[in-house]
């Protein structure tokens, strides 16, 4: 046994002995949890402790006194919360509804003791939450903080502070109390404490703990939306207290803004500004709390402009704030800036007005400088990412086309060709597929290329990211439509291009069904001959009669595909693919179509099919 658990057991005996005047007893149990010691002898000796009975004992001495005997067994209580394998004894033994009766003590010292032990025995035990839920424990603790919003006694600002420990431990992750809490008016009651107590660190900080576990919950989204709260918190940061609360504030607000609807909110409040005089007091700092801080309000800031109201309101025509100060970080050393920068400017791309704007601003040569820069570092892989997911989106306006491929783009992405990163090669064939749309002079500089396209086929059959895979055979159909010269449609068979366009035929995405019958009936149009042996071997007649035979197929896919297989017919090895198929009987089924433009396109094909066989 050791020292620790023989000196609380002759305690307990001691308690026991003299009940009737337990005040010294008290004192010394209260003085021998209260000392400095090792926190597993001290577990193991109170464990023993509550073994020999020491609760139901102070339960007795609760149930026979008063005044200030009582506040010292509730501030061992308190005391004792702080041990986890005491927690639900605490329950068992019948502490909780006493305790909140407590709660209504006009004796500040008894309510904060009486707040302490419950906050500490309902920390992550459920038992002792279900037991505050069943005796209306919550709207008592919520009586009490709206009671003390402005007491000025002494003693007062304790009390809110560990009341609203108590409100956080008692809510936290128990979503039946969190709606009880919401539902009596909870975050109204913090909101008030914030507001009134901004000088008081200890009691904001707890406040702000405690909204954060609100926000973690479901629950709470509409109400917090609703309240005030929102825009105190953003307050905080306009005050003179406000640095004490960056961090937190920041971390807080950051969890929020993946709400929608709080993040509108937010970017109508002075937010934005805030966060950029954050990054200002801070750049060219290299403390690890100051570039901390930067990454927290840059990382706040591109969450806010995801939101098409935060990016509208920041970027203000090309006058906002944030979008001053990004243009200026694209050519700041600090790397972090650098990538809030470019993430923002992708952010405001997202608008075809803005992005018109920041070509004429001169914002893509700013990016292609950067690119240039750090095209050799495989680690700047997440700024390459970033870079390309702006330029891609920049390229998405058709006026824009011809501006970025005159200022270099196309030649410019190449040079990530070699990426490995594919993650980074998906934005890239994005950012290429958005050129070429429309200008047929990309198009053929791409589709002519050899090297380039043998890479685009290599990556249209990488099986292990379904992404790149897609956007490269998407960017292949989509050269075969723009560039539409005989040259790039033989170089597109020379690269094994047909097997990927044929395999996106079969595609669930409708978009790149069309495209892909689009880009091989352009082919079969065109160079039918060389094409006719990979389309047999890519078996295409297969994936026709599939699509054809498939009662959900959409007329427009049907239309599509029975405009490519009247093309096949021109090829004699295709066309005894297409009789044995079973694909003619099909489309004389397809005749009698309830879509107008399905019976036409199978009565066309019929007819040349016929025709065609007729021939031979």
């Known amino acids: 046994m050791s020292e620790e658990t023989e000196d609380i057991l002759n305690m307990v005996e001691s308690l026991r002995v003299t009940s009737d005047e337990p005040e010294k007893c008290l004192d010394r149990i209260l003085k021998f949890l209260l000392i400095e010691q090792d926190e597993e002898d001290l577990d193991q000796a109170l464990e023993a402790a509550v073994e020999k009975g020491m609760l139901g004992d102070l339960y007795d001495i609760m149930a026979h006194t008063s005044n200030g005997t009582l506040c010292k067994v509730i501030q061992i209580l308190a005391e004792l919360g702080k041990t986890e394998s005491i927690r639900e004894p605490c329950v068992i033994q019948g502490f909780i509804p006493i305790l909140l009766q407590h709660l209504k ?7 904060t003791q009486a707040c302490r032990a419950l906050g500490n025995i309902c920390f992550e035990n459920d038992i002792g939450r279900n037991a505050v839920d069943e005796n209306d424990g919550i709207l008592l603790l919520l009586k009490l903080l709206r009671e003390h919003v402005k007491t000025t006694e002494e003693g007062a600002d304790r009390l809110r502070t560990i009341a609203c420990g108590f409100l956080l431990n008692v809510t936290n992750t128990h979503d039946g109390l969190m709606q009880k809490a919401v539902d009596g008016g909870a975050l109204d009651v913090l909101d008030e404490y914030i507001r009134y107590h901004q000088e008081d660190h200890g009691l904001c900080n707890m406040v702000l703990l405690t909204v954060g576990s609100f926000i973690d919950s479901e629950i709470c989204r509409q109400k917090f939306s609703e309240s005030s709260l929102l825009s105190t918190i953003v307050g905080l940061l306009d005050t003179h207290a406000g640095e004490v609360y960056q961090e937190t504030v920041l971390d807080l607000l950051i969890n929020l803004s993946e709400w929608d609807e709080v993040k509108d909110l937010l970017a109508e409040t002075s937010l934005s500004n805030n966060l950029i005089q954050i990054i200002q007091v ?28 935060g990016a509208e309101a920041m970027f203000a025509n090309g006058e906002g704030p944030v ?19 470019v993430l923002a400017i992708g952010n405001f791309a997202r608008n075809d007005n803005h992005c018109q704007r920041l070509v004429e601003e001169g914002i893509v040569e700013q990016l292609l400088e950067l690119l240039k820069t750090h095209r050799d570092h495989e680690a700047d892989m997440t700024l390459h990412h970033a870079i390309l997911s702006a330029l891609r989106n920049l390229a998405i306006p058709a006026k824009n086309k011809p501006a970025l491929l005159m200022a270099g783009v196309l030649e410019t992405v190449l040079l990530l060709m070699s990426s490995e ?9 994005g950012v290429l597929r958005m050129l070429v749309d429309g200008q047929e002079t990309a198009a053929l500089q791409l589709g002519t290329d050899r090297a380039f396209m043998d890479r685009l086929v290599g990556w249209c059959e990488v099986d292990e990211h379904a992404g790149v895979q897609g956007e490269g055979t998407r960017l292949l159909a989509s050269l075969v439509k723009n560039g539409r010269s005989v040259e790039l449609m033989r170089n597109v068979i020379k690269c094994q291009g047909i ?60 239309c599509n595909t029975l405009t490519l297989t009247k093309t096949l017919c021109n090829a004699e090895s295709l066309r005894d693919e297409i009789m044995t198929s079973g694909i003619p009987d099909i489309a004389r089924q397809l005749s009698s179509h309830e879509e107008e433009k399905v019976r036409e396109a199978a009565n066309t094909f019929l007819a040349i099919f016929d025709d065609t066989t007729l021939e031979r």
């Open 105 to 111: 003590s006009d004796d500040i010292t008894m309510a």
């Open 282 to 309: 801070n750049q060219g700092k290299l403390d690890p709390e100051s570039q901390q801080l930067i990454k927290m309000a840059s990382d706040l800031l591109i969450l806010l402009l995801t939101g098409d109201k």
């Open 323 to 341: 979008f001053v100060e990004s243009v200026k970080w694209l050519e700041d050393e600090d790397s972090r800036l650098q990538m809030a920068a």
């Open 421 to 429: 990163t594919m993650a980074v090669v998906f934005k890239l064939l």
């Open 499 to 558: 097997p990927p366009l044929v395999a996106m035929v079969s595609s669930e995405h409708l978009v790149m069904q069309n495209e892909a019958l689009v880009a091989l009936t352009l082919i079969c149009s065109t160079v039918l001959d060389e094409a006719a042996l990979p389309l047999k071997q890519s078996e295409l007649t297969e994936t026709i009669s599939s699509l054809l035979g498939n009662k959900s197929t959409l007329p427009e896919i049907l």
